[in-house]
Nanobody, 131 residues
Framework: QADLLESGGGSVQPGGSLRLSCAAS????????VAWFRQAPGKEREGVAA????????YYADSIKGRFIISEDNAKNTVHLQMNSLKPEDTAMYYC????????????????????????WGQGTQVTVSS
């Protein structure tokens, strides 16, 4: 059974850091687009970052560019999201998702993180940024 398991969420003060992990089981991430999405209360889910696993492509939403870093751990079939300089507006449930290469396509030069491009989703991990 294919599964994605997120971990690493928690509560942190503004300016702090967290590292999220997305571990795949029963499913190889190789040649897949693996992305992090987030959904804040009352808001639509938005794409945060994506990586074409094993292919070198990395994509970020403008809202987190320069603060978050997505990376892959080939030995562990895992993707990480290092989140630095966290702000209260980063508070959300963070989801990991995987799908075919189309999930990493850019439209008009921008990666938009279209949910319909991702067929496998994790349960999410909560990130709360508050003083």
């Amino acid at each position: 059974q294919a599964d994605l398991l997120e971990s690493g969420g928690g509560s942190v003060q503004p300016g702090g850091s967290l590292r999220l992990s997305c571990a795949a089981s029963g499913y190889t991430l190789s040649s897949k687009c693996v992305a992090w999405f987030r959904q804040a209360p009352g808001k639509e889910r938005e794409g945060v970052a994506a990586v074409y696993y094993g292919g070198g492509g990395i994509y970020y939403a403008d809202s987190i560019k320069g603060r978050f870093i997505i990376s892959e751990d080939n030995a562990k079939n895992t993707v990480h999201l290092q989140m630095n300089s966290l702000k209260p507006e980063d508070t959300a449930m963070y989801y990991c998702a995987a799908g075919g290469p189309v999930g990493c396509d850019r439209y008009g030069g921008i990666w938009r993180g279209r949910e319909k491009d991702f067929g496998l989703w994790g349960q999410g991990t909560q990130v709360t940024v508050s003083s």
